[in-house]
Structures are given as structure tokens and as C-alpha cells.
């Protein structure tokens, strides 16, 4: 069975320019997360999806950040603009349902801002 | 939220040790799992584990949700053991996986 597929893998982009980041879940995993792991820390969970519907997006920058999980499956993180301190891992993961809450975590996005 | 403390934050051990990370929790919880983030940033399931005791191969964990603390053993450390690893923890009532800060572990050749 395949993991969390997330693409890119690195990106690297000159301030003030937009960013995309995709995740494709587990198949079957309703539940999808988005966190930003900045370095030498655990990983901050940013927005949590149960199918559709963004039901936690409270550690979201909402002035910069947002995201959408269409069709309840694969989901995109986007950044406009991006800035300096947004350089960080972006890490998808994705659960069975809100009810069986182990977590599997897709390789990352490493981004850069320069 | 809760929290989640993990010691040591650096542990170099000669190849062949056994070792033993710690993670203690503010709260109860209904989730708690181990991870192993490799040299290359990919997170790795060891443990579901929000009780009780488990082994996989030369690891085990065990969790005593009543004194609020999960430790995870290494018997007979690897050079593939090195890298960092995370204690994550949930409860219902914030339904937010917490992450520590983590424990760096080196296991020299």
C-alpha cells in the first residue's frame, strides 16, 4: 500500500512569490492534516480536513495561507506571498477517521525562501 | 493544550547500547505515538501506543497513562538507529497532535 505522496520534494523561491505544496493521503484516509516542522522542533499542525470540510484551520496565517482538500482526497497548501520566515518543512499526514487517530506522515516539502 | 516534554534532548551512544528516551504529557491522553525522523526528514511510525506496552523487533514502548509519561527502549543501538525521535500526544479534548521537541540519538560505529 502506498504512503502519504507529497510533491515537490524541495522548493526554492524568491521572496514575495507564490508557493504550492500537494499531498496525496493514504487511500481510504478521510482525516488529512498539514504541518509546518521549522528546524530543530516537532512538527505544528496547521489545518486538519475530515473529508471536505477544514474542521480545525486555527494555526493557519490566514493573511498568506490557504488550502483546499477538493473531492475530499488529494489537497493543496498554498502561500501568496511567501516570506522569509516561512522557510520550513510542509508535512502532510493523513488518518483513518477522527476515531482511529493514528497518524502516517507523508517525506515532507522542503521550502526555502531566499 | 497539553504539553509534551522529551529527555534527553542529545544521546551519543557506542553502537551495541541500549538506551531509553523519555516523554512526559500534561494531560490524559487518547493518542500518543513514537516516531523516527530519519537523516532525510521522513517521519516514521514506530509506536500507536496511548497504552500499555508494545515490542517491535529491538524496540518497545511503553506507556502509563495514569503517571502521564511514554518511554521508548533500544536494545542493541544500530548506526540505522541515529536521527531524531518524537513523542506526539492527543487528547479528545483538544484533538491536536502535540508534538515534543524531540531526542536526538548518535550511535557511533
Known amino acids: 500500500e502506498a504512503g502519504v505522496v507529497q510533491s515537490p520534494r524541495y522548493k526554492i523561491i524568491e521572496k514575495k512569490q507564490p508557493v504550492a505544496f500537494w499531498c496525496n493521503p493514504i487511500?481510504?484516509?478521510?482525516?488529512l492534516y498539514w504541518y509546518r516542522q521549522n528546524l530543530g522542533q516537532g512538527p505544528e499542525l496547521l489545518i486538519r480536513y475530515e473529508n471536505e470540510e477544514a474542521v480545525d484551520d486555527s494555526q493557519l496565517p490566514k493573511d498568506r495561507f490557504s488550502a483546499e482538500r477538493l473531492k475530499g482526497v488529494d489537497s493543496t497548501l498554498k502561500i501568496q506571498p511567501a516570506e522569509l520566515g516561512d522557510s520550513a518543512v510542509y508535512l502532510c499526514?493523513?488518518?483513518?477517521?477522527?476515531?482511529?487517530?493514528?497518524?502516517?506522515f507523508g517525506p515532507g516539502t522542503r521550502l526555502t525562501v531566499t | 493544550g497539553i504539553q509534551v516534554e522529551q529527555s534527553p534532548p542529545d544521546l551519543i551512544l557506542q553502537e551495541g547500547a541500549n538506551s531509553t528516551l523519555r516523554c512526559n504529557f500534561s494531560?490524559?491522553?487518547?493518542?500518543l505515538q513514537w516516531f523516527h525522523q530519519n537523516p532525510w526528514g521522513q517521519l516514521i511510525n514506530l509506536f500507536y501506543?496511548?497504552?500499555g506496552t508494545k515490542q517491535n523487533g529491538r524496540l518497545s514502548a511503553t506507556t502509563v497513562a495514569t503517571e502521564r509519561y511514554s518511554s521508548l527502549y533500544i536494545s542493541s543501538s544500530q548506526t540505522t538507529d541515529s536521527g531524531v525521535y518524537f513523542c506526539a500526544a492527543l487528547n479528545f479534548g483538544n484533538e491536536k497532535l502535540t508534538f515534543g521537541t524531540g531526542t536526538r540519538l548518535t550511535i557511533i560505529p
Open positions: 494531560d490524559s491522553v487518547n493518542n
Open positions: 487511500s481510504g484516509h478521510n482525516t
Open positions: 501506543i496511548p497504552s
Open positions: 499526514a493523513s488518518s483513518l477517521s477522527r476515531n482511529s487517530y493514528e497518524q502516517y
